[in-house]
């Protein structure tokens, strides 16, 4: 079977699980993984043949694709920040919106060691999953030492693969961050980082099938009756963490920034809201004032 006639079977195999646009950039991402061509390449010679390990192995993927498995998860590969990164079921997918938070960062810390003496920063990345943020930030950042920390010792395996891949210097711990007992362990900050779970469990149902049903849960809900808790124990955690003029940064439900912008505020910090290119109110800093 030719790569031309192969790709018109599978992108009308997906079709009807797809919309038209999504369709088409999964079987492009997929086509590009298992012949190694991209889309002009493939273009420029339909008529090649894909031999019998590549016709079985778009097979399996297009059942996987059509049980609505995201094909982050299908190839096991997802681009962040210009980078590819390593992710199965055991951590979330990484977002746009989480770029655009780890870009705020980099942005801010660079204006200010532009202004002042480039000095060895150090970060904590809150509940890591793949490692996207701290990876992203430690290749940016060089005058950084950065920590990252999770409960999951699956997704750690992930996040130091990352590591490992993109020559990231990561110090990683598996801690669980809601038990205060285990903050004893770390020292302070002049960067707190997280995009924590905070969609309450009632909204489940709101979610798409392949969020759903392929996703951790852990990573993506928080109890009905205390969906701030995450952002209440990082306000608790970097009053005795965070130094001086150090800054929070989190990623939040867009329905609740002012929450939590509030929740910062009330244990003293100053803080703003932040936009998404789509005009979103997804991302909180919050400054630990100088007194």
């Given amino acids: 079977m030719t790569i031309e006639q ?5 992108l009308g195999s997906i079709n009807n699980v797809y919309e038209k646009r999504e369709a088409e950039n999964i079987t492009d991402w997929i086509f590009e993984n298992v012949t190694n061509l991209k889309r002009l390449e493939r273009n420029a010679d339909k008529n090649v043949e894909l031999n019998f390990a590549q016709e079985e192995k778009l097979k399996k993927y297009l059942e996987e694709i059509k049980n609505h498995k995201p094909v982050q998860y299908v190839l096991q590969e997802a681009w962040f920040y210009k980078k590819k990164f390593f992710v199965n079921e055991h951590v979330l997918i990484p977002r746009p919106e989480t770029e655009e938070l780890v870009n705020w960062i980099v942005n801010d810390t660079q204006t200010s060691e532009h202004e002042n003496h480039p000095r060895k920063l150090q970060i904590l990345d809150i509940g890591t999953g793949s490692g996207c943020i701290a990876i992203s930030i430690n290749k940016e950042l060089k005058h950084a030492n950065v920590f990252a920390i ?3 010792d699956d997704a750690l395996k992930v996040a130091q693969r990352n590591a490992n891949n993109l020559d990231a210097n990561i110090n990683f711990s598996r801690i669980n961050f809601l038990d205060k007992k285990e903050w004893e362990s770390l020292n302070m900050f002049d960067i707190i980082v997280s995009n924590p779970p905070y969609i309450p469990k009632v909204e489940k149902e709101k979610l798409a099938k392949n969020v759903t049903d392929f996703e951790p849960g852990i990573a993506l ?31 939040v439900h867009e329905d609740y920034a ?6 910062f505020e009330e244990s003293g910090f100053i803080s703003v809201i932040k936009s998404d290119i789509y005009g979103k109110e997804r991302m909180v800093s919050a400054v630990n004032p100088v007194t």
């Fill in 6 to 10: 192969a790709y018109n079977d599978f």
């Fill in 150 to 152: 999770d409960v999951s």
């Fill in 221 to 251: 809900f928080v109890p009905d009756n205390d969906p701030f808790i995450f952002y209440k124990k990082i306000s608790v955690f970097a009053k005795s963490h965070l130094k001086t003029d150090g800054k929070i940064y989190v990623e």
């Fill in 258 to 263: 002012k929450k939590i912008k509030d929740i």
